[in-house]
């Protein structure tokens, strides 16, 4: 498979890079969703941009509190980077759930959020952690909430010429908990579901609850009825299951070759809720 | 056309590409190293797998130019000069780990990935390794155990070609 002729530019600085993108070229980071597409002819970009080895996009920093990660960032330097085990592990934890060894050596997290599959693990913890994503073009920077950025499936608020420049994900205090839990479909490592939950508990009571869902519908999202049932309720299994069969309420569950909408959703609820209550149990 | 510079397996080479060759194709059709195999093409099944820079990659999904200036380590740099086994070879000769040998170049470098990242495996841990790479034939348990027994030869490992840093 011999994907369409193209254009090829690989700039040694990003403002080299968007100023051929404001001309119309395409972003290529690791290429772990592109060149498949393009193999296939799906896409056929007529010139691409390499930003994949940026160094500009290329780091992992701590600053006022939150964790910058840059775009260009690889799912295996996420996964394995001491910083973010130690202060955000859910984004490590679901970094290590990506693909394979060989994609996570390439992929990148502004990549994989870009794509926005709906089948994707990032969104989900996304959601969970109230990261933002900050986008960058010729024109400027702007900072999106993740309910801002992912709009659809493959659709986020991307606009031409624009790409993803950084996420920004909380230190989480060591009283937060944390956890993602996935059912994958075997052969291609998507997620049929994957939940995620980050919940911090006072007195017996939730007081911090966040739940990010993909694979469900068409759209990873957050799951704000789960959250709105358990916040300010006592710390029991039995209302964490009552909430967790709340998280496909509304949703319009994808049915396939692999798990139809009514199996999706029972999923959804079940993983859920281990989420919820592996995330308890790291809560201090 | 743009001209790539590359280091594979020690030898520099420098070549003019079509953007849109995988890497693959160039290693197997331009330098002539056909250890590599292509196998599914559409990087499920990791028959392809090489080191650019020390990360396994699977080279079916990758263009060569994106590995313009990279050291890149295929299964032919593995052996020693004289033909001597490097010890992952010889624990899948040793152990039995393959039937028709397609998938035992991609097998055996990303076991050098695994082992360099985590010496000493569990079972868990070396069939989660393998989780981008198939086999048609073995039904994989002589894989793990070449894998579990290559992990025993740490001295041996640690003189392992490295490509880049």
Redesign the interface.
Known sequence: ????????S?PGSLKEALALLAEGAKP?AG??SL??M??LRLANPEH?V?I??LPELNYIREENGELHIGAGVTH?EVESSPLLLGKCPLIAETAAHI?????R??GTIGGSVAHADPSADYPAALHALDAKIVLVSGEGTRTLSTEEFFLDTFTTALEPGEIVSEVIVPVDAGLTGTSYQKFLQP???FAIVGAAARVRQEGGKFTLVRVGMTGLSGNAYRARNVEDALVGKEVTDANIQAAAALVADGQDASSDLHATAEYRAHLAGAYTARALRAALARSA | MRTINVSVNGTKHSHEVEPRMLLIHYLREVIGLTGTHMGCETSLCGACTIEVNGKAVKSCTMFAVQADGAEILTIEGLAAPDGTLHPIQDAFWTEHALQCGFCTPGMIMITKQILERNPNPTEHEIREGLDGNLCRCTGYQHIVNAVRTASLHRDALASLPKAGA
């Open positions: 498979m011999i994907a369409n002729s193209f254009e090829y690989a290529l290429g772990m060149i498949p393009m193999k691409l390499d994949g080895r295996f693909g394979d060894i060989q994609v050596n390439r052969a291609s490592g």
